[in-house]
C-alpha cells in the first residue's frame, strides 16, 4: 500500500498551483483553466487558509450572482481544509475523501504545503496496484 508520498512521486507535475486570499475569484478561474486544474489551495505565506474550486464557483458565485472581477477568493474559498499528511497512506486519504466529499487533499508537511492529491490521483494509485497484484496472480497459477 503507498504512502501519500509516494503516491506524490509518480505524479508527473510536482507543482501545486497556489493563490492569495485576496486575489479576484476571476484570476482563480482563470488560472485553474489554464492550468487544467479543478482547484487551488489558498495560502498566506506558506499557511494553508483554504482551498478553491471549480464547485465552490459555480455555487458560491453564479448561482449567488456575484461578480467574480470583484469578489475575492476568501469570500468563497473552504476555510476549514482537511490535510493529510506525506505518511498517510491512499486507503486512508479514499476514505477521508469519501466520507467527508472531498475530491482534492493538499498534503502538509510541518505545518508546509509539500503536495496536491485528488481523486483521480487515488484511482490511479488503486487501479495500478490491482493491476499488480492481478499480474503476480496469473504468474503464481502458471507455476513462473
Do not use: F, W
Request: aromatic share 2%.
Amino acid at each position: 500500500m503507498k504512502t501519500v508520498a509516494e503516491i506524490l512521486n509518480s505524479k508527473p507535475d510536482h507543482s501545486v498551483h497556489v493563490i492569495s486570499p485576496d486575489v479576484p475569484v476571476l484570476e482563480a478561474i482563470r488560472l485553474m483553466a489554464e492550468k487544467n486544474i479543478g482547484a487551488l489551495v489558498v495560502t498566506e505565506g506558506e499557511r494553508v487558509v483554504g482551498i478553491v474550486s471549480e464547485r465552490d464557483y459555480a455555487r458560491k458565485m453564479i448561482l449567488a450572482g456575484r461578480s467574480s472581477a470583484v469578489t475575492p477568493v476568501s469570500a468563497i474559498m473552504t476555510s476549514d481544509v482537511i490535510t493529510v499528511e506525506p505518511k498517510a497512506n491512499h486507503e486512508q486519504c479514499m476514505q477521508l475523501m469519501t466520507d467527508r466529499h472531498l475530491r482534492h487533499l493538499p498534503v502538509v508537511d510541518g505545518g508546509r504545503l509539500v503536495g496536491l492529491l485528488s481523486i483521480g490521483d487515488l484511482v490511479k494509485n488503486v487501479i495500478a496496484e490491482q493491476q499488480s497484484l492481478i499480474r503476480h496472480l496469473e504468474q503464481y497459477i502458471r507455476g513462473e
